[in-house]
């Protein structure tokens, strides 16, 4: 069973950046879209930003030209580099794998807090 796995969390201060990865264990094939989505205490997931497989990105309004969304086709890898981070932006971040034939993939998540 192929697994996502992230990194890249942490702590980051206000004005701050961190750079998060999510890279799969094993092969994956017919991908579409690639996203991240976050969850902060007490709220429900929520996206935050897409790339598909044609690289075209889509961001969540708040995180418009904070966050770039990326990816390495050969390794199927996908990035988020977030800037200029705010308290807001501390929550629980998940990456997606979406396929055109069977289930999503989700990673496990990993922690960002903004905080000074």
């Known amino acids: 069973q192929v697994q996502l796995v992230e990194s890249g969390g942490g702590l980051g201060q206000p004005g701050g950046s961190l750079r ?6 094993g092969s994956i094939a017919h991908l579409i879209l690639m996203a ?3 969850q902060a205490p ?3 997931r929520e996206f935050v930003a897409s790339i598909s497989s044609a690289q075209i990105p889509f961001y ?4 418009k030209g904070r966050f ?7 390794k199927n890898a996908l990035y988020l580099q977030m800037n200029d981070l705010k308290p807001d932006d501390t929550g629980v971040y998940y990456c997606k794998f979406e396929r055109l ?3 999503d993939y989700w990673g ?3 922690q960002v807090t903004v905080s000074s």
């Open 20 to 25: 998060l990865s999510c890279v799969p264990s």
């Open 36 to 38: 991240w989505y976050r």
């Open 42 to 44: 007490g709220r429900q």
């Open 60 to 63: 969540l309004e708040s995180v």
């Open 68 to 74: 770039t969304i990326s990816s390495d086709t050969g």
């Open 101 to 103: 034939m069977g289930s």
């Open 108 to 110: 496990q998540g990993t």
